[in-house]
């Protein structure tokens, strides 16, 4: 380990181009950026129609 703890991991902040990451984690993190905006989405809907819950 290189003492900063990523073990491997790959961390990338929002905005930033993964142009190193293979086929299957970009696809891993195009997944994931569409369940977060999914996710989102709900939580909007469900703010507007349910304000006080």
């Given at each position: 380990?290189?003492?900063s703890g990523?073990?491997?991991f790959v961390h990338c902040e929002r905005g930033?181009?993964?142009s190193d990451l293979s086929?299957?984690?970009k696809e891993m993190v195009d997944e994931q950026?569409?369940?977060q905006m999914k996710v989102g989405k709900a939580l909007?809907?469900?703010?507007?129609?349910y304000p006080y819950f």
């Open positions: 380990m290189d003492g990523s073990a491997g930033t181009i993964e086929p299957f984690l950026r569409e369940l909007d809907v469900l703010r507007s129609d």
